[in-house]
Nanobody
Framework: QVRLVESGGGLVQPGGSLRLSCTAS????????MSWVRQAPGKELEWVSD????????SYADSVKGRFTISRDTAKNTLYLQMNSLKFEDTALYFC??????????RGQGTQVTVSS
């Protein structure tokens, strides 16, 4: 069964950092592009970042470029999103997904990130 489980979200002050994890089961991460997307309350789903099958290519939304880093650990079959210099507007439910763009499938259940002082 293909499954993605996110973790690592939480409450953080502006300027703080969090690292999100996405553990995959039922398939091998390195055989697919993988992505992170997020959805803030009342807003549409937003693509955040993706990583190629080889891991050599990464892409980021302009809103997070220079602050977020996508990576993966093939031995652990886990995808990561390191988020630094967090801003209020980064508050959202973060999902990992298999594939690229906003509508990768499947997606996990999400992990909440709240940036608040």
């Amino acid at each position: 069964q293909v499954r993605l489980v996110e973790s690592g979200g939480g409450l953080v002050q502006p300027g703080g950092s969090l690292r999100l994890s996405c553990t995959a089961s039922g398939f091998t991460l390195s055989q697919y592009y993988m992505s992170w997307v997020r959805q803030a309350p009342g807003k549409e789903l937003e693509w955040v970042s993706d990583i190629s099958m080889s891991g050599a290519l990464t892409s980021y939304a302009d809103s997070v470029k220079g602050r977020f880093t996508i990576s993966r650990d093939t031995a652990k079959n886990t995808l990561y999103l390191q988020m630094n210099s967090l801003k209020f507007e980064d508050t959202a439910l973060y999902f990992c997904a298999r594939g690229t763009g906003k509508y990768g499938y499947p997606r996990g259940q999400g992990t909440q990130v709240t940036v608040s002082s």
